[in-house]
């Protein structure tokens, strides 16, 4: 009796619906990532008011980005050379990307400290 149900050409149909409904569920599944994945900090960095400071890389960074451009400024100066300035005191995320590494940025929590008073 059971395999008279499946001859039928809708039962066929309906084995084979779910078969390929089984299967796409599990590829999407599987290709979804979670869209709010953060970024581990991979140094920190204390900088005084108006210093600048350099960070060579082993590799050639291909893009970078600052989190509040007004606590601290990144700019690019060589493939391997980040140049930093302190501009206000504040915390701030300097991240970047470097080539081979693609996927895999590096992130540094960037701590401005305030100007000492004179006495």
């Known amino acids: 009796m059971f395999t008279k149900t499946l001859t039928s050409p809708l039962a066929k149909f309906g084995v084979a619906a779910l078969l390929i409904a089984a299967v796409l569920s599990v590829t999407v599944s599987s290709l979804r990532a979670d869209p709010l994945e953060e970024i581990p900090v991979t140094a920190n960095l204390t900088m005084k008011h108006l210093e600048g400071k350099h960070i060579i890389t082993k590799a050639g960074i291909y893009r970078i980005s600052v989190t509040n451009k007004s606590i601290c400024d990144a700019r690019i100066v060589t493939p391997t050379q980040i140049s930093l300035i302190a501009r206000q005191p504040g915390k701030t995320h300097v991240t970047f990307w470097m080539v081979g590494h ?15 008073k004179k006495k």
């Open 102 to 116: 693609e996927g895999t940025p590096s992130k540094i929590e960037i701590n401005v400290l305030p100007k000492k």
